[in-house]
Nanobody, 122 residues
């Protein structure tokens, strides 16, 4: 059974950092497109960052460029999202997801974790 499990969320002050993890089972992360998405209260789920299968490149939403870094540890079959200089606008439930497709879009992902809450507040 394929499963993605996020961890690492929590409460952090503005300007702080967090690292999210996404552990996979039943899915080999280096053979699929993987990504992080988030959903803030009252808003639609949006893409944050992805590693696309076809070129292995990383992609970021404009709102997080220069602050967030996506990475993958193939030996651990785990994906990470390092989040620095966090802002209150980053408050959301963060989800990891995977798909066999090349594109990384909310409606194209095949597997989803249950999410981890990140709250940025003083």
């Amino acid at each position: 059974q394929s499963q993605l499990v996020e961890s690492g969320g929590g409460l952090v002050q503005p300007g702080g950092s967090l690292r999210l993890s996404c552990a996979a089972s039943g899915i080999t992360l280096n053979t699929v497109t993987v990504g992080w998405f988030r959903q803030a209260p009252g808003k639609e789920r949006e893409g944050v960052s992805c590693i696309t299968l076809w070129d292995g490149k990383t992609h970021y939403a404009d709102s997080v460029k220069g602050r967030f870094t996506i990475s993958r540890d193939n030996a651990k079959n785990t994906m990470y999202l390092q989040m620095n200089t966090l802002e209150p606008e980053d408050t959301a439930v963060y989800y990891c997801a995977a798909t066999g497709l090349s594109a990384c879009q909310v409606y194209g992902m095949d597997y989803w974790g249950k999410g981890t809450l990140v709250t940025v507040s003083s």
